[in-house]
């Protein structure tokens, strides 16, 4: 069943031609890994599918999506005391009162929070954690709100190698959890690999798709990153 397809998108960035005619379609359920160099259009493309850059071609949703972001970077002033339950209650869909919320509200926040093992953070300033620390309450503040589609921009970037190894792990786990069609964009091509039912190349145009097997191969990244390029597997535990 299909979930989204996307016909013939190209965007441009004042006269820059970022994304150029790229089509291909998603199924429920479906996991897919983004995959090309610095600047190749993967950012612009997903804020495409999240409503928030224009563009020429279609982006069919066949069902209606309710989406779960993490973006790449989350700026934000850390001197402002804002403490994680809060961040929580401002970016709800729901209003469950930011000044005095309810009890329920509350157990709402600990229990995602507790999902990624975060639930030690609840009452400490989101300026005050690291970098790992806040992905995870990123990644719970993405399935919040019950998502049917999750979306992942670089969600291990300034995260230390076993921090990414724990956040790829806890996202992996949730997808199945919670029965999620999601799209991950993500430089590291081992994870890929191991995560994706399939693969888009994209450097500005789609260079080549398929399953992670068919398409990391060395012709394809020599392809898509230039120069001579070989994957080495190791496993992510």
Known sequence: MLFLEVKN??????????????????????????????GAGKTTMLRALLGSARYEGEVVWHEKPI???VPQKFDFDKTVPFTVEEFFLVYSRKSK?????????????????????AEHLLKRNLGEISHGELQRVLIAQAIFERPNILLLDEPTASVDVEGERTIYYLVKEMIKDFSLTSIIISHDLHVVHDFADRVICLNRKMLCEGAPNAVLNKENLSALYGGDVTLYRHEHK
């Open 9 to 38: 998108l190209s965007i441009k960035i004042g006269r820059e031609k970022v994304v150029d005619n790229v089509s291909f379609t998603i199924k429920k359920g479906e996991n897919v890994a983004i995959i090309g160099p610095n």
């Open 67 to 69: 989406i779960g972001y």
């Open 97 to 117: 009162g930011f000044w005095f919320p309810s009890c329920a509200a509350v157990r709402e926040i600990e229990k995602y929070l507790k999902y990624v093992k």
